[in-house]
């Protein structure tokens, strides 16, 4: 997690795996992204994980994703 003006930013590469596949989710000041690939056999063949804690000053409504086109996730979240 790294500040950037009056916002938190993390930022993870998952350009190995398609919008639909990557799953991000807050809970109690945690951010949590999830990405799996299946291949056509049903078998899961590529999985990332990656879990963090936002320090107390955020603003867990104001939470937001972006996917750049180089595979790169940034999620943002506002500071109070």
Request: proline share 5%; charged share 20%.
């Given at each position: 997690?790294r500040?950037?003006?009056?916002?938190?930013?993390?930022?993870?590469?998952?350009?190995?795996?398609?919008?639909?596949?990557?799953?991000?989710?807050?809970?109690?000041?945690?951010?949590?992204i999830?990405?799996?690939?299946?291949?056509?056999?049903?078998?899961?063949?590529?999985?990332?994980?990656?879990?963090?804690q936002?320090?107390?000053?955020?603003?867990?409504?104001?939470?937001?994703?972006?996917?750049?086109?180089?595979?790169?996730?940034v999620?943002?979240v506002?500071?109070?």
């Amino acid at each position: 997690v790294r500040a950037q003006g009056d916002t938190y930013q993390v930022v993870a590469d998952v350009s190995q795996f398609e919008p639909p596949d990557i799953v991000v989710t807050t809970s109690n000041c945690h951010v949590t992204i999830q990405a799996e690939k299946v291949a056509e056999d049903g078998t899961v063949c590529d999985t990332f994980t990656h879990k963090c804690q936002l320090p107390e000053d955020t603003d867990p409504l104001s939470v937001s994703c972006t996917l750049t086109e180089a595979g790169t996730l940034v999620i943002s979240v506002r500071r109070r």
